[in-house]
C-alpha cells in the first residue's frame, strides 16, 4: 500500500508549476490507478514522490511523507526503493545503461545480486511474457521506438516489484505499439501489481484502469472510479482539458484543401548501413501550402523521408521542385527547418530566449518574447532548455521553428508528452503557418490533432508511399480505418 500523507512540495528555484498542495492519498495494492490534468498540474511529480526521485534526485521543498507499506519512501536509498518501485519513463533511451537488450534485462536482477542461472530464467521468462524473443541480443539504439519501450517494459518487470511507474509512456508510440503497451500493462494487472500511469493519452487504458485520479494546479480536483471517469462525455472531458477515452468522439475541423500549387520530389531513396532501402520514393508531388499528416507505422521511413527533404541526409540525392526552380540537397538546407523527434539533439543554448534569436536571420528580442507568449513560454524565458519538462522543450522547437520563416517547415512528432491544452495551439499555430503560405509536414501518430488542422494525408509504410489524400468527409474515413485497423 502506498499512502501519502499531507504532502506539500515545490522545486528547487522553479515556478510554482508541477509542484504538489495538501496530498492525502492511499493506493491500495493491485489497482491500476491513472493520473490525468493538463501540463504542469503535479502528475509527474507526483510519479517522482513514488518511485523516489524525490527527494534522492530532484531537490525540492518537501514536507509530508509518502509511506510504502508503512515506511517512508523519502528516508530510504534508491537502490532499496527500486526493488519495490519500478519505473519507465517518457523516453526509455534515458534509462538504459547497456547497450544490447539481454544485458538490460539482466542490469536490474545483478544489482539486486540474483545469481546467475536464476537471471537466466527470469530473462527467458519475461521475454515469453512479452513476446520480444526476437529482440534479445540486439542493440538496443538499433530499436524502433515501440521496441525500445518495450525493453524498458521487460527491463522493470524482470525485477518483479510490487509497484510500476510510468510517466507518459505512449507518447513516441504509434497505434499498435500503443496497443503492445496496453497488453503489458494488462498482464501487470493480472500479476496483481500496482501501476500508477501518468498520461495524455487515455483512450488505450480505458479498459484497465480501475482509479482515475484529475490533478489541478496541484491538487487532486477529482477522485474517479474508472465507471465514473468512463461515463463522462467527451465534450465533459475536453472541458477538463483532457483528451477523450474515445478518440473518436474529438470534434473534427476538416480543412479541405482548395485547388493549390504542388511541389515535387524525384528519386528519394536512401539506405542505412547494412540495411535495405529504408526510402524508395521515384516520383511525390504534394499541396504546396497544404498542413499534410505523414503517417504510418513506426520504422515506416516517416522520419528518414522528413530528413531527406530538409538535406539531412547527405546520401539522399533527390531533387525537390517548387515553383518551378530545382533545390538539391545543400540548396534545401535554407529553405526548410526540421523540428526534431528528440528535441534534445537540438536545444544548443543557455536559455528560451536564446534558442528564440539563434533562429533567426536578424535576431530580435521583442519578436522572440511575442512568440514564447504565444506557447506559454514567457515565463521560462530566462530557463536552460534542458531544465525544461518534455512537453516544454517540444514547444520550445517549435518556437524556433516558426520564427525561423522557413518556407517549409516539417514537424517530427511535435505533440508528443503535450496535453490537450497545448495539442491545440501547436495546431493553431500549424493553420496560421499555412495562412502565411507556407507548407507544414506534420510526422504524427496523433489523431486528435490531425483531425484538428491538416488538410492532407500522406501514408508511408516500409519506404514507400502506401496512399496519399486530402483530407475532406471521405478522406477522414480513411484516416478512422487506419487507426481502426492498428487499435
Known amino acids: ?67 510504502l507499506n508503512g515506511e517512508n519512501i523519502s528516508q530510504l536509498p534508491l537502490y532499496e526503493t527500486a526493488k519495490y518501485v519500478g519505473s519507465v519513463f517518457q523516453n526509455p533511451r534515458t534509462q538504459f545503461f547497456t547497450v544490447d537488450s539481454t544485458s538490460e534485462l539482466a542490469f536490474g536482477c545483478e544489482n539486486q545480486g540474483l545469481s546467475e542461472n536464476e537471471i537466466v530464467e527470469r530473462i527467458k521468462f519475461t521475454a515469453e511474457q512479452f513476446g520480444i ?5 540486439k542493440n538496443i539504439f538499433c530499436l524502433s521506438g515501440g521496441e525500445k519501450q518495450k525493453i524498458a517494459c521487460a527491463s522493470v518487470s524482470v525485477s518483479d516489484p510490487p509497484i510500476i511507474v510510468l510517466d507518459e509512456p505512449s507518447s513516441n508510440l504509434d497505434i499498435s505499439a500503443t496497443e503492445d503497451l496496453r497488453r503489458m500493462i494488462q498482464l501487470w494487472k493480472k500479476q496483481g501489481k500496482t501501476v500508477v500511469i501518468a498520461e495524455h493519452r487515455l483512450y488505450y487504458l480505458r479498459n484497465l484502469i480501475d482509479r482515475v485520479l484529475y490533478l489541478k ?32 468522439e474529438f470534434p473534427v475541423s476538416i480543412h479541405p ?10 528519386s528519394f531513396r536512401f539506405s542505412y548501413i547494412k540495411q535495405h532501402d529504408a526510402l524508395h520514393i521515384d516520383s511525390l508531388s504534394l499541396p504546396q501550402g497544404g498542413i499534410i499528416a505523414v503517417i504510418g507505422h513506426n520504422g515506416a521511413g516517416k522520419s528518414t523521408f522528413a530528413r531527406c527533404l530538409c538535406g539531412l541526409e547527405k546520401h539522399c540525392k533527390g531533387i525537390v521542385n517548387i515553383n518551378g526552380g530545382q533545390y538539391n540537397r545543400k540548396q534545401r538546407l535554407s529553405r526548410c527547418y526540421m523540428v526534431m523527434q528528440d528535441v534534445n539533439h537540438q536545444l544548443f543554448t543557455e536559455s528560451t530566449e536564446e534558442e528564440m534569436l539563434l533562429s533567426m536571420k536578424e535576431p530580435e ?53 503535450l496535453d490537450l491544452q497545448h495539442m491545440k495551439e501547436v495546431a493553431k499555430e500549424l493553420t496560421a503557418i499555412q495562412d502565411m503560405g507556407k507548407t507544414s509536414l506534420v510526422i504524427t501518430h496523433d489523431y486528435e490533432l490531425i483531425v484538428s488542422c491538416c488538410t492532407y494525408v500522406l501514408h508511408l509504410e516500409h519506404g514507400e508511399i502506401q496512399e496519399q489524400y486530402i483530407l475532406d468527409e471521405k478522406g477522414l474515413q480513411r484516416l478512422k480505418e487506419f487507426f481502426m485497423e492498428t487499435r
Open 1 to 67: 500500500m502506498i499512502e501519502l500523507k499531507n504532502i506539500n512540495f515545490r522545486y528547487t528555484g522553479g515556478t510554482d508549476a508541477g509542484g504538489l498542495e495538501n496530498i492525502d492519498l492511499t493506493l491500495p495494492n493491485g489497482q491500476v490507478i491513472l493520473l490525468c490534468g493538463q501540463s504542469g498540474c503535479g502528475k509527474t511529480t507526483l510519479t517522482r514522490l513514488i518511485n523516489g526521485l524525490i527527494p534522492n534526485y530532484y531537490d525540492g521543498e518537501l514536507t509530508g511523507e509518502v509511506l
Open 365 to 417: 528580442p521583442s519578436k522572440a518574447e511575442q512568440m514564447l507568449k504565444r506557447l506559454d513560454l514567457l515565463p521560462f524565458k530566462d530557463r536552460h532548455p534542458m531544465a525544461l519538462s518534455g512537453g516544454q522543450k517540444q514547444r520550445v522547437a517549435i518556437a524556433t521553428a516558426l520564427i525561423s520563416n522557413r518556407e517549409i517547415l516539417v514537424f517530427d512528432e511535435p505533440t508528443s508528452g
Open 257 to 266: 484543401c482548395a485547388d493549390q500549387q504542388c511541389f515535387e520530389c524525384t
Open 217 to 248: 494546479d496541484g491538487k487532486i480536483e477529482k477522485d474517479f472510479s474508472a465507471p465514473e471517469a468512463l461515463a463522462l462525455s467527451a465534450e465533459q472531458q475536453i472541458k477538463m482539458g483532457l483528451r477523450p477515452f474515445n478518440i473518436f
Open 133 to 137: 524473443e526476437a529482440l534479445m541480443g
